[in-house]
């Protein structure tokens, strides 16, 4: 189960995490999960550039150690880096301890203040550890998640859901994955195109 639109009580209760900026003007927070890999990342790459788009890719370290070209890549066209832990470990489920050396495998590559805890599942507990032991971190959650992952949702659907939700200040969620990529390589043009049609700029999230 998931909603596109993050409820606002949700905010309300985790209010130290970060799940859109105020923004009145016309900005979109892209952001891309579980990279850098073969295919995706370069496909997303080549897309944002077309409409000058900036963005944020919160990195799974174990896929910069496999793939350090393409991350080289992501890196060289100004987008900014997110953590996202070494090996996508689901919050709820993982020993505190394990989390936060986890986190801090990642940071060995990545260097960066901006995390996303895979599956947006984080414990209070595990949020303390890891400023702890990064003071600067902020924590990123979104305003908008694509469902690109869904493989039950037809890239139509999931191009609706985008276009309907996303305001002034998103942080929108997609995914540079191999199981995301069916709606996303349907979805990621056509949502870049109708945005800036609209008058959107898209930027990174500051660190």
């Known amino acids: 189960m998931y909603v596109v639109k993050t409820p606002w009580l949700l ?39 077309q409409y000058h788009a900036q963005a944020t890719f919160f990195c799974i370290g174990d896929n910069v150690e496999k793939h350090p070209d393409i991350f080289k890549y992501v890196q ?10 070494f090996n996508h470990l689901r919050g709820w489920k993982t020993d505190d301890v394990i989390y936060r050396d986890n986190f801090l495998l990642a940071d060995e590559l990545l260097n960066t203040s ?8 984080i414990k209070r507990s595990q949020i303390k550890l890891l400023k702890a032991a990064r003071p600067d971190l902020q924590i990123i959650m979104w305003d908008v998640l694509s469902g690109d992952f869904d493989m039950s949702l037809k890239p139509e659907e999931c191009l609706k859901g985008v276009l309907k939700h996303t305001s002034n200040g998103a942080i929108v969620v997609f995914h540079d994955s191999l199981k995301a990529f069916n709606r996303l390589e349907y979805v990621l043009p056509k949502a870049l195109e109708a945005w800036s049609k609209a008058g959107f700029r898209f930027e ?4």
């Open 114 to 121: 901006l995390f996303r805890p895979p599956y947006g599942r």
């Open 204 to 207: 990174k999230l500051p660190a």
């Open 11 to 49: 905010k309300q209760i985790y209010p130290q995490l970060t799940w859109n900026l105020n923004r009145n003007e016309p900005v979109i927070y892209l952001t891309f999960d579980d990279g850098p890999i073969p295919v995706v990342t370069p496909f997303v790459l080549k897309t944002l550039k």
């Open 76 to 85: 060289a066209d100004g987008h900014a880096i997110g953590n996202h832990t």
